[in-house]
């Protein structure tokens, strides 16, 4: 169901992007990061409520905002999209990236290297949510 993930900071920059189908890094992922931060902002300023799915023919993209203003987006298949599902699941996977790198993320320069190290963390996080709902998260 979950293909790829991005977490995105206030100012439009992906801190962690993660692809579960392989490991093949986006070459634009800071203009997709800067594109979703975009039409976040334009729909919650014109609209006054938030995106919370973009749909194509393939994917949906799911987006989170938390509090913080920082943004998750998870881009899934197009099957049976439980929708409490992934709000549950962004919610745990962003507070818990915003807990881990707290402190980095007051001192942010610029530099996301930092950040790769949160797919351990990811990894269990889904795992546990599956075992919970004994439903697919990942598509593999």
């Known amino acids: 169901m979950i293909r790829e993930i991005m977490i995105i900071n206030q100012s439009g920059i992906a801190l962690f992007y993660q692809n579960f ?3 093949e890094r986006l070459d634009n992922e800071q203009s997709l990061a800067s594109y979703f ?5 334009f729909t919650k ?3 006054k409520e938030s995106l919370k799915t973009l749909t194509l023919d393939s994917f949906i993209f799911f987006f989170y905002t ?3 203003r920082y943004h998750l987006v998870l881009k899934c298949t197009n099957i049976d999209i439980d929708k409490n599902l992934l709000e549950s699941i962004s ?3 962003l507070e818990e990236f ?3 790198y707290r402190d980095d993320l007051i001192e942010f320069n610029g530099e996301i ?3 790769h190290s949160f797919s351990e963390s990811l990894s269990n996080i889904l795992d546990l949510r599956t075992e919970i709902r004994n439903t697919p998260i990942l598509k593999s």
């Open 45 to 47: 300023q014109n609209f």
């Open 66 to 68: 938390h509090s913080s």
């Open 113 to 115: 290297s930092v950040f």
């Open 37 to 41: 931060d975009i039409i976040c902002r």
């Open 91 to 93: 919610a745990k996977i």
């Open 21 to 23: 189908i392989n490991n």
């Open 98 to 100: 915003l807990e881990k």
